[in-house]
Structures are given as C-alpha cells and as structure tokens.
C-alpha cells in the first residue's frame, strides 16, 4: 500500500511565478491536510480538504494561495507569484476520514526555492 | 487558538541511554497526542500517539505519557540507538477539529 506521493520533490521558481504542488494521498483516505515548514521551525497547518470541499483555510495566507481536491486526481496547493518568503517545505497528510482525531500520514514533502 | 511548547530543543544522550521529551498544551480540549519523528530531508514520520481516555501507551522502546490535569504529555525513549537521531514534533488535536499543531521540535543525538 504506497503511501501519501507529493510531486514534485524539488521545486525552483523565481519571484512572481506560480508553483503547484501535487499531493496524491493513501489508497482509501479521503480527507487531505496541507501544512509548511519553513527553515529551523515546525510545521503550521495551511488548510484541509476532503474530495470537491474546502473544510478549514485558516491558516492559509489570503492572497496568492489556494488549494483544491478535486473529484478525481491529486490535491494541488497552488501559490501564484511567488515571492523569497514562500520558500519553505510544503508537507501534505491524509487520513481515512471516518471520524475525528484521526491519525495523519505525511508525505516526503515539496521544498520550494524561490530565487 | 491553541499554542504547544516542546522542551528542549536540543538533546543529546549516550547509545542506550534514555531520552525523554516534553511538550505542554494550553488548550483543555485537546484530545488526540501524535508524535513525529522527521528525518534530514524527509517528511515526519508517526511514531505514536496517545488519546485523551489513555494515560500511558508504550511501542517496545518507545513510551508516551499523558497528564491532562496539568496539561502535559511526554515521550520516552529507551535504550537509545544511533538510528533514533533526528528531530522529534510533538502535536494536539483540539477538540472536534483536524489539524494538528505542532511544537517547535526537539533534534535528538545518540552519541556512540
């Protein structure tokens, strides 16, 4: 049973491009959590997804990020002109969705360099 | 909202030594206690967790204990390996939410 894939690993961007990021999560789970990590600190939740719904945004800054989980394909955390302070490790987590408190499984992460 | 602080951050102990990290919650509601173990380059690894209704879980050398009076949770690691440095998050659930919020991670160092 593969578990949560993010693509790409390695991300470079130079200021005022976009990044996407991919998060396809464990067979069976429905329910997809977006949190980053910037150097030499924790990671702080971002936003949190079932299949088509955003569930909780807050901590998602409110201009240049959005995200989705759409019927069919990955989720995609999507940060539109980017700048030095995006730079950070973008981890995405997905649980079954059956019920509350559920344990999260992380993926390897996208590190993103924006230039 | 809800604010976890993990001490220290930074450990080192002797091959089979113990280690033992502690993180406080400041959120009475919080009910769902993960800690991750995250690797050089990797994404954070479940290493175990603990409910609101449990008091102590133990996984062979690794052990997690919970005091909900005084709002505190710890992990225990015994007989310390090599393998076993990296950087340790603890994390809380809060109430009938999902997310996780993180403490500020602990780097452990098993020395030969």
């Known amino acids: 049973n593969a578990g949560v894939m993010q693509n790409p690993r390695h991300l470079v961007r130079r200021r005022g491009q976009e990044a996407r990021l991919r998060c396809s999560p464990m067979?069976?789970?429905?329910?997809v959590y977006w949190y980053r990590q910037l150097p030499e600190e924790g990671l702080k939740f971002m936003v949190y997804?079932?299949?088509?719904?955003?569930?909780?945004e807050s901590g998602m800054p409110k201009e240049r990020f959005s995200a989705e989980f759409p019927k069919e394909g990955p989720s995609i955390l999507r940060i539109q002109q980017v700048v030095r302070g995006d730079s950070a490790a973008y981890f995405c987590?997905?649980?079954?969705?059956?019920?509350?408190?559920?344990?999260?499984?992380f993926g390897p992460g996208t590190r993103l360099l924006v230039l | 909202g809800e604010n976890v602080e993990q001490h220290p951050s930074t450990l080192s102990v002797q091959e089979g030594d113990s280690a033992v990290i502690k993180c406080t919650y400041s959120d009475s509601a919080s009910n769902y206690f993960p800690w991750y173990k995250q690797e050089l380059g990797k994404g954070p690894q479940l290493i175990i967790d603990i409910r609101s209704n449990v008091g102590e879980k133990k996984d062979q050398r690794i052990a997690v204990t919970l005091n909900k009076t005084a709002k505190h949770f710890s992990l225990h690691i015994t007989e310390t390996q090599p393998e076993d440095s990296a950087v340790y998050f603890c994390a809380v659930i809060t109430g009938g939410g999902n997310k996780l919020t993180f403490g500020t991670g602990t780097q452990l160092k098993v020395e030969l």
């Open positions: 997804l079932q299949k088509e719904n955003i569930i909780d």
């Open positions: 987590a997905s649980s079954p969705g059956t019920s509350g408190r559920e344990t999260q499984y």
């Open positions: 067979k069976g789970h429905s329910h």
